[in-house]
């Protein structure tokens, strides 16, 4: 199994649509969780950490099921920007390590 | 904002030789990693470093590899010998540490190896 698998996509949207993506992580001793987001042969940029209450930062919303070992991200009324690629990264450590292990991303494309 | 940064953007260099990617971690920030990312692949942690020290390495960050902190704000990743496969994006990043685990990370340099 992998350690944080996604669904590649793409996700081909409307303008205004709500999109849902998930991912999956293998070590229950997970640490930390957040989703990042990537352009085209640009850096990871952070877009939320996830907490186990769950947590939304204005159109996205982000969920931590750790039972299930599940994460997802929430994307209301999608914008044209907002097409990029998603990560989902996991702390897999033990407590103190800081890695971060990425999954291979879910593309978004928002069209008009 | 303050942000990461890296230099070059872009290293094109011959199988063999020695490069040094260079960058400048938030100033705050006390611990400090590279990743790197294959092109069409995710991104792979390489080495975190913390108080003048490596504190994790990953598999591939084998003896070829090395890492620096030679003065008060710049961050460095040596590859002694590059291999073709060396080619990829690497990215520098950091992160405040105690309670904070959110890292950020630079634009990347772009290392070609011929």
């Known amino acids: 199994r992998k350690e944080v698998e996604q669904d590649p996509g793409p996700f081909n949207v409307p303008e205004g649509a709500t999109v849902a993506f998930n991912c999956t992580y293998s070590?229950?001793?997970?640490?930390?969780f957040f989703w990042y987001r990537q352009d085209c042969r640009k850096e990871p940029k952070l877009l939320m950490s996830?907490?186990?209450s769950g947590n939304e930062d204005g159109r996205f919303t982000a969920q931590l099921n750790r039972a299930s070992q599940y994460i997802s991200l929430l994307i209301r009324d999608s914008k044209l920007s907002d097409s990029a690629t998603y990560l989902c990264v996991v702390n897999l450590g033990d407590t103190g390590r800081r890695a971060l292990t990425f999954g291979s991303g879910t593309r978004l494309q928002v069209q008009p | 904002e303050p942000e990461v940064t890296q230099t070059p953007s872009h290293q094109v260099t011959q199988m063999g030789q020695e490069v040094i990617l260079r960058c400048v971690p938030i100033?705050?920030?006390?611990?400090f990693y590279w990743y790197r990312q294959i092109l069409g692949q995710k991104v792979e942690f390489l080495v975190s470093f913390y108080n003048n020290e490596i504190s994790e390495k990953s598999e591939i960050f084998d003896d070829q590899f090395s890492v620096e902190r030679p003065d008060g704000s710049n961050f460095t990743l040596k590859i002694r010998s590059t291999k073709l496969e060396d080619s990829a994006m690497y990215f520098c990043?950091?992160?405040?540490?105690?309670?904070?685990?959110?890292?950020?990370f630079g634009p990347g340099t772009r290392l070609t190896v011929t």
């Open positions: 996830v907490y186990s």
């Open positions: 100033s705050n920030h006390l611990y």
């Open positions: 070590n229950s001793a997970s640490q930390s």
């Open positions: 990043a950091s992160s405040e540490g105690r309670g904070a685990y959110e890292q950020y």
